[in-house]
Each structure stands twice: as C-alpha cells, then as structure tokens.
C-alpha cells in the first residue's frame, strides 16, 4: 500500500485522525503546563486541493468535502469543533483550499508554551515542510527516519504532550516496526499519550499487534475505527483505525458520539462501520 500523504489528504482516514489528534491536543490545553508534540511521519504540513496529487486522486471529496457539506447536531459539532474551527481558519477566505495536515493542525493548536517536532524522511517532503515551518521557533523539523525518532525523542523535557505515529505502510511488517517502536517509547515514557494510526487493510496484523502491546505490559490501550464499508488487503482503502495509549478519559465517550455520526455521513454501503474499544484496560 502506498500511502504518501499527498495523494489521500483529506480522505476518510484523515476525517478520523485529525478529529482525534485535535482532540487529544484540546484535552492537553486543560492545564497550564507545556507539551509537545512529536511527529513521526508528518508529510508536507498541508495540503492545497490545487495539488496534482490531490486532484489525480480527488479523495479529500469523500472526506473531509462530506463532513464539510452536512449540519452537525450540537453533539457532534462541540467534539469536532477543534479540528474544523482549525481547518476553517487555515482557509480565512471561506471555500476549502487548503487542507492541514497533521502538523499545521498541531501548530494551530497550540499555544505559545508548546512546542512541535516533526520528522520526515523524504527528502522532497522534508524540504517544503522545512520551508512552510521556516523561522518558527515553536517547531522543530528534522530530516530524519520516523523509527529514529520515536526512539531519540522520548521523554521529551516537558514530560506532557503526545506522539503521532502515522506510516506510511508500504512494507509488509508496518505493524512489527509499530509494535516495536511503540513498546520501546513507551518504556521510556510510560505517562506519554500515544496516537497510532492504520488503514483495516490487515486484520491479523492489527490483532498481533494489539497482542504485542499487551505482551509487553502496555496499559490503557483504546481503539478506534471508522469505515465506509468492507476493506480486503487487495481492496483501495475504505477505512482506518486508531490505536490510542493512555488517551484523554473523555475520548472514548465522545467518539461514542461522532463516531457514528461520521459513519452515516461517509458510509457508502450496510457494512460501513464505528468502534470504539478499550482493549486493554489502565
């Protein structure tokens, strides 16, 4: 599976992570203390719908174009509210034209006393997401291997904040690479927030690394999933997951909320699907 950002910014995958991330970015606003933000695969930054990836591709309109096009119930609307208030203000003149990503969604975010490192290994994404961040002295962009960088930047000096792993799944053992990285990280930095996220392309795979986790004494794992119908491994993607470690007390029941509201919305067919489960207790 080839998944640079570039080509799927926007898409059903996105709609999950990004109301996630900027919920657990809102949860860590609630005290004083700064944190930091530590991105392993953070892509370009953002992402202009005029790209000719995003054009050859034209998933961010099944996406993030639906949430966009449909009045939220208050519910709904107060969870998602972090994530499309940034999404509105990174396009001040109104249309949709530019999509953040992970790490323009993080900065917007955050606040004077926060700080935000992303790493990227290629070398073209690395320059323009150097270029977009230049002269910010609240971000930190680093040409480096993802893997590298979960394990040389945990615990940050803060001691608060999260870790965003979001590969690229283009080799066979993604999840083997996840499971390791994560388990080290988190041995080292057992309070930190972890946030990984996953096409449902390879059910085993994500079983065995949920066993790998709890094998390794990893506690409060919570995961969740949205979809708009049945994946294969020889399907395009029609869904994603997140496994979250040590995530907000709140977020589980939010999700419980938009979750399903995001299901009727994208869904395009009776196995579209919402779960939220806590699959390792604290």
């Not at 396009?91 to 006393?113: D, V």
């Not at 291997?145 to 945990?154: E, Q, R």
């Not at 390791?180 to 988190?186: I, M």
């Amino acid at each position: 599976m080839n998944y640079r950002h570039a080509y799927h910014a926007g898409n059903i995958g996105d709609v999950l992570k990004h109301a996630v991330l900027a919920a657990c970015l809102t949860y860590l606003k609630r005290k004083d203390q700064p944190f930091r933000v530590i991105d392993t695969h953070a892509g370009i930054g953002a992402y202009p719908l005029a790209l000719e990836e995003m054009q050859k591709t034209g998933e961010w309109q099944r996406g993030i174009g639906r949430v966009l096009a449909e009045a939220r119930p208050d519910a709904v609307a107060r969870i998602l509210a972090p994530w499309l208030e940034a999404v509105a203000a990174a396009n001040p003149a109104g249309p949709l034209e530019i999509y953040p990503g992970s790490p323009m969604l993080a900065r917007m975010l955050m606040r004077p006393q926060d700080r935000l490192t992303l790493t990227e290994l290629h070398p073209a994404d690395h320059a323009t997401l150097a270029g977009r961040f230049a002269g910010d002295w609240q971000v930190k962009v680093i040409h480096l291997d993802g893997w590298l960088a979960l394990g040389s930047f945990v615990p940050p000096k803060e001691k608060r904040g999260l870790v965003l792993i979001d590969p690229a799944f283009e080799v066979t053992d993604e999840f083997e690479r996840i499971a390791d990285g994560l388990v080290k990280a988190w041995k080292r930095w057992t309070n930190g927030m972890y946030l990984v996220w996953y096409p449902l392309k390879d059910r085993k795979g994500i079983d065995r690394f949920h066993r790998t986790l709890e094998e390794a004494g990893v506690r409060d794992v919570l995961t969740l999933e949205l979809s708009i119908g049945r994946s294969d491994p020889d399907s395009p993607m029609r869904g994603s997951g997140m496994t979250l470690v040590n995530a907000p007390y709140t977020l589980a029941d939010d999700m419980r909320v938009a979750l399903p509201w995001l299901r009727d919305v994208l869904g395009e067919g009776p196995d579209a699907a919402a779960v939220v489960r806590q699959i390792i207790p604290e």
